[in-house]
């Protein structure tokens, strides 16, 4: 935990309170909904905004006290913004020119290693407005590596990009931590990005902090917004116990009870991978359903079910399943909750249509 | 063309690459400051500075004609920092001439700087250019066309001044006396001939710098930024 924060700031009706530790290790995510403060948070760790009276401690650095304030340009960090922010009058490589000049520690990749890793080998002589949107957020990203920085800020980067770009850009994010031991801040509203990139998540709303842990724990609990966003779902560890070569399936260990079968992916047995299960994907049955075609039928335990209030009932509902230690989303009609009576503590089944590998790394062990 | 009118074109450059000079040192922290300040007080400094765009030069004249007679305070000051008296002198020309060009050295500056995105600054700062480092990596290339303005104007101004010149600096050779002032003394004393000569020159002269003026992103009028600063607002 070395990323200490008390930031206090008030603008209008607008006021920003957050008191945290975030660990200086792996990518943290900020999130919550637009104007829950999350870009201001991030300005001032940045420094280019102050709150007044804060204090911001960088793995003991003091970046902010009530007598001291360290300016952007000496704190040692990488921004990426959602504009890419490229400079007009350089050329690509006339941008990532820039950082190297600057750079803040004296080791780290080259020029080289950061353009094979973004794919802009190739674009290093063009004017930077000659590049499509997902060029200038990849070069932008490779400039503020190229700073060298001892903590990377990224705020929406992959905003205004299309689909494609968008999945491409999360792999290369997703790949980052192999390349490079910085800590990552990542401010995103979207559970999508967030849940394939981040380790730790912080959660704002209105400015005020609402939770802060682990993804793979925070991402499950009904009391929190993330489990009722659209794409919501669990983000699980698996081990990978044994490829089955003949139907080109893998099967992976959740715990000593339970097992998943997925697509047969390239790790090596006993690694750790990070799976994601969306709540819409998983279903309850009451008994192990026996002719089914679905091949992950995991017994588990009905945790907790999400409560609506009489005013404001809603077509589906979401229940959080226990298995052991992890737990699952499902989310179901609230016409078959109340059909199979569901209650808390009871024993089922969740049937499981998809599981999504997230990344063969085990970032998150 | 005699030695006199030599003198006064030599002289009237000097007085203008001077004025061009200092301009840029204030004109530029002041256009900053003018860009991106907030406080209430802006229309009325913004007000001052672009005075001498609608006053008679004659105006300003009289006034520093009055602060620079040798009993003043401003003359006494300048007595005490250099040993020299101000009326009629070199000096007194410089100091007149970049009050009066002001306008046209701080409005397309501010003009450039408002435009420009502040994003980019805060990159440049991430990336770790402090502010020195962000004014000459940045702000002077992104605002190239803006200060290549501001400095023809500047200079072009200050050379086609009259009326302030005519009220402080009388009409010395070699000392005050500037091409606009010779040109009103040949036609005076009916040297038509010489007076053809200066006024055709400043023609010439003034035409090209305004040629190349709208060259560089047509740059619409010598007072753009009085009309798009009203329009921003």
Same mark, same amino acid.
Not at chain 1, 186 to 196: M, N
């Given at each position: 935990?070395?990323?200490?924060?008390?930031?206090?700031?008030?603008?209008?009706?607008?006021?920003?309170?957050?008191?945290?530790?975030?660990?200086?290790?792996?990518?943290?995510?900020?999130?919550?909904?637009?104007?829950?403060?999350?870009?201001?948070?991030?300005?001032?760790?940045?420094?280019?905004?102050?709150?007044?009276?804060?204090?911001?401690?960088?793995?003991?650095?003091?970046?902010?006290?009530?007598?001291?304030?360290?300016?952007?340009?000496?704190?040692?960090?990488?921004?990426?913004?959602?504009?890419?922010?490229?400079?007009?009058h350089?050329?690509?490589?006339?941008?990532?020119?820039?950082?190297?000049?600057?750079?803040?520690?004296?080791?780290?990749?080259?020029?080289?290693?950061?353009?094979?890793?973004?794919?802009?080998?190739?674009?290093?002589?063009?004017?930077?407005?000659?590049?499509?949107?997902?060029?200038?957020?990849?070069?932008?990203?490779?400039?503020?590596?190229?700073?060298?920085?001892?903590?990377?800020?990224?705020?929406?980067?992959?905003?205004?990009?299309?689909?494609?770009?968008?999945?491409?850009?999360?792999?290369?994010?997703?790949?980052?931590?192999?390349?490079?031991?910085?800590?990552?801040?990542?401010?995103?509203?979207?559970?999508?990005?967030?849940?394939?990139?981040?380790?730790?998540?912080?959660?704002?709303?209105?400015?005020?902090?609402?939770?802060?842990?682990?993804?793979?724990?925070?991402?499950?609990?009904?009391?929190?917004?993330?489990?009722?966003?659209?794409?919501?779902?669990?983000?699980?560890?698996?081990?990978?116990?044994?490829?089955?070569?003949?139907?080109?399936?893998?099967?992976?260990?959740?715990?000593?009870?339970?097992?998943?079968?997925?697509?047969?992916?390239?790790?090596?047995?006993?690694?750790?991978?990070?799976?994601?299960?969306?709540?819409?994907?998983?279903?309850?049955?009451?008994?192990?359903?026996?002719?089914?075609?679905?091949?992950?039928?995991?017994?588990?335990?009905?945790?907790?079910?999400?409560?609506?209030?009489?005013?404001?009932?809603?077509?589906?509902?979401?229940?959080?399943?226990?298995?052991?230690?992890?737990?699952?989303?499902?989310?179901?009609?609230?016409?078959?909750?109340?059909?199979?009576?569901?209650?808390?503590?009871?024993?089922?089944?969740?049937?499981?249509?998809?599981?999504?590998?997230?990344?063969?790394?085990?970032?998150?062990? | 063309?005699?030695?006199?009118?030599?003198?006064?074109?030599?002289?009237?450059?000097?007085?203008?690459?001077?004025?061009?000079?200092?301009?840029?040192?204030?004109?530029?922290?002041?256009?900053?400051?003018?860009?991106?300040?907030?406080?209430?007080?802006?229309?009325?400094?913004?007000?001052?500075?672009?005075?001498?765009?609608?006053?008679?030069?004659?105006?300003?004249?009289?006034?520093?004609?009055?602060?620079?007679?040798?009993?003043?305070?401003?003359?006494?000051?300048?007595?005490?920092?250099?040993?020299?008296?101000?009326?009629?002198?070199?000096?007194?020309?410089?100091?007149?001439?970049?009050?009066?060009? @002001?306008?046209?050295? $701080?409005?397309? !500056? *501010?003009?450039g700087?408002?435009?420009?995105?502040?994003?980019? #600054?805060? %990159?440049?700062?991430?990336?770790?250019?402090?502010?020195?480092?962000?004014?000459?990596?940045?702000v002077l290339p992104l605002c190239r066309n803006n200060f290549l303005v501001?400095?023809?104007?500047?200079?072009?101004?200050?050379?086609?001044?009259?009326?302030?010149?005519?009220?402080?600096?009388?009409?010395?050779?070699?000392?005050?006396?500037?091409?606009?002032?010779? @040109?009103?003394?040949? $036609?005076?004393? !009916? *040297?038509?001939?010489?007076?053809?000569?200066?006024?055709?020159? #400043?023609? %010439?002269?003034?035409?090209?710098?305004?040629?190349?003026?709208?060259?560089v992103n047509?740059?619409?009028?010598?007072?753009?930024?009085?009309?798009?600063?009203?329009?921003?607002?």
């Amino acid at each position: 935990m070395s990323l200490l924060l008390s930031l206090h700031l008030k603008r209008g009706d607008f006021s920003l309170d957050v008191d945290a530790a975030l660990p200086s290790a792996g990518i943290t995510a900020i999130c919550g909904p637009s104007g829950s403060g999350k870009t201001s948070l991030l300005r001032c760790i940045a420094g280019l905004d102050t709150a007044p009276k804060g204090m911001v401690q960088f793995t003991g650095q003091d970046w902010q006290t009530e007598r001291r304030f360290v300016r952007t340009e000496e704190r040692g960090i990488g921004l990426v913004f959602q504009e890419a922010n490229l400079f007009p009058h350089l050329t690509v490589a006339g941008n990532l020119n820039y950082a190297s000049k600057r750079q803040f520690n004296t080791t780290g990749p080259s020029v080289d290693e950061v353009c094979t890793w973004l794919n802009i080998t190739t674009l290093l002589k063009r004017s930077v407005n000659k590049l499509s949107g997902g060029e200038r957020k990849r070069v932008a990203i490779a400039r503020a590596l190229l700073r060298h920085p001892q903590l990377l800020l990224m705020d929406e980067p992959l905003t205004g990009l299309h689909d494609s770009a968008r999945e491409e850009m999360i792999a290369v994010l997703q790949n980052l931590p192999n390349h490079l031991a910085i800590p990552v801040l990542y401010v995103s509203h979207s559970f999508h990005e967030i849940s394939r990139l981040a380790d730790h998540v912080v959660l704002l709303d209105q400015g005020q902090l609402v939770a802060e842990g682990d993804l793979i724990t925070l991402s499950t609990r009904l009391d929190l917004p993330l489990s009722h966003q659209q794409g919501a779902g669990a983000v699980i560890n698996a081990i990978l116990r044994e490829h089955d070569p003949d139907y080109q399936l893998s099967t992976l260990s959740i715990d000593t009870d339970h097992r998943l079968s997925i697509n047969k992916i390239s790790a090596q047995r006993g690694q750790t991978v990070r799976l994601f299960v969306a709540a819409r994907d998983v279903s309850i049955s009451l008994d192990p359903p026996l002719h089914s075609s679905i091949l992950n039928i995991l017994p588990c335990e009905i945790d907790t079910i999400e409560q609506q209030s009489a005013s404001s009932l809603n077509t589906q509902l979401t229940v959080r399943l226990r298995l052991n230690e992890h737990y699952l989303l499902a989310r179901i009609t609230r016409k078959s909750c109340d059909r199979l009576q569901l209650q808390e503590g009871q024993s089922v089944f969740a049937q499981i249509k998809t599981v999504a590998l997230i990344n063969e790394y085990g970032n998150a062990s | 063309m005699s030695h006199n009118d030599w003198l006064a074109i030599g002289l009237t450059i000097k007085l203008a690459t001077l004025t061009t000079v200092i301009l840029l040192a204030i004109g530029t922290p002041l256009a900053w400051w003018l860009a991106k300040t907030h406080i209430r007080i802006k229309p009325i400094l913004e007000a001052i500075i672009a005075l001498p765009l609608v006053l008679p030069p004659t105006v300003l004249g009289f006034y520093l004609l009055i602060a620079f007679a040798p009993d003043s305070a401003v003359a006494q000051f300048w007595q005490w920092l250099t040993g020299g008296t101000l009326a009629f002198s070199f000096s007194a020309l410089v100091i007149a001439s970049v009050l009066y060009s @002001l306008p046209f050295v $701080v409005q397309p !500056l *501010q003009n450039g700087f408002q435009q420009l995105h502040s994003p980019l #600054l805060d %990159t440049a700062a991430s990336l770790g250019a402090g502010p020195i480092d962000r004014f000459f990596s940045l702000v002077l290339p992104l605002c190239r066309n803006n200060f290549l303005v501001a400095s023809t104007l500047g200079f072009a101004h200050t050379v086609g001044e009259f009326g302030v010149v005519l009220m402080i600096g009388g009409n010395i050779p070699g000392r005050t006396q500037v091409l606009s002032i010779a @040109l009103y003394e040949r $036609v005076e004393s !009916l *040297q038509y001939e010489t007076a053809h000569w200066l006024a055709g020159g #400043l023609i %010439t002269f003034s035409l090209v710098v305004l040629s190349l003026v709208y060259l560089v992103n047509g740059y619409r009028g010598i007072t753009p930024s009085l009309k798009s600063n009203g329009a921003t607002k």
